[in-house]
C-alpha cells in the first residue's frame, strides 16, 4: 500500500543542501514532530546525489541505513522508494508508528 500510494503524504522535509549530520537531525526532529502531530505517512527528499562526489546517492543510502537503526528506526514502521511524481528515486515515503 505504501509504495503504491494508498497513503495520503501528510508532510514532507527536503534535505537539500544539508550535510549528512545536519540532514540526521533535521529527520529525527521530524519524525518527533510528525508523530507529535498525528501524522502517519510522510516523504522525505533527498535527492538523487547529481552533486555529491562521484555523483553517488550519499545522502540516500545514508536515510536508508538510519531508519535501520534503533534511534530513527523506532519512529519508522516502513519506507519505500516514491512514486514518480513525488521524486521518484530522489525521496522517500515512510510510514510512521507512535513513539
Excluded: N
Amino acid at each position: 500500500d505504501l509504495r503504491e500510494g494508498r497513503f495520503a503524504i501528510q508532510a514532507h522535509l527536503d534535505l537539500h543542501g544539508m550535510t549528512l549530520d545536519g540532514a540526521r537531525s533535521a529527520v529525527e526532529v521530524f519524525f518527533r514532530e510528525s508523530i507529535r502531530a498525528g501524522f502517519r505517512c510522510v516523504r522525505v527528499v533527498h535527492g538523487r546525489g547529481r552533486h555529491s562526489p562521484d555523483r553517488q546517492p550519499v545522502m540516500k543510502e545514508s536515510l536508508q541505513k538510519w531508519m535501520r537503526q534503533r534511534r530513527l528506526g523506532r519512529y519508522v514502521i516502513a519506507f519505500t522508494t516514491a512514486r514518480q511524481f513525488d521524486g521518484g528515486g530522489g525521496a522517500i515515503y515512510v510510514l510512521l508508528g507512535e513513539k
